[in-house]
């Protein structure tokens, strides 16, 4: 069972996740970005999403992924849905970076 402390930072992950899940989808929808840059956009949010949560990667493509997807569809029309990759992205690592900073 968790204690306060444990299931504070588990809420503050899960608050950072939602901000930064959102951020990335008005980014797609709103910045002047190719299907290429949006999906990476996507990635670099998955990658961010599994260093705050090891080993759920599954729960992100089950749960966020359906929404990046179609809010790409709507923008850019239908196309190759790629599988994303577990490699880290240099955007992934500079905002898990940043946010580790920030914590200490």
Do not use: H, W
Request: overall charge positive.
């Amino acid at each position: 069972m968790m204690d306060d402390k444990q299931t504070k930072e588990e809420n503050r992950k899960i608050r950072f996740l939602r901000f930064l899940v959102d951020f990335t989808l008005l980014s797609i929808q709103q910045d002047d970005l190719s299907r290429e840059q949006a999906l990476r956009r996507v990635e670099d949010a998955r990658q961010v999403a599994c260093r705050l949560f090891p080993g759920k990667e599954e729960t992100f493509d089950l749960i966020y992924r359906p929404r990046f997807l179609r809010i790409i569809e709507e923008r850019f029309g239908p196309g190759d849905l790629p599988i994303l990759s577990s490699e880290p992205s240099q955007v992934a690592e500079k905002v898990i970076s940043v946010r580790l900073l920030k914590k200490g």
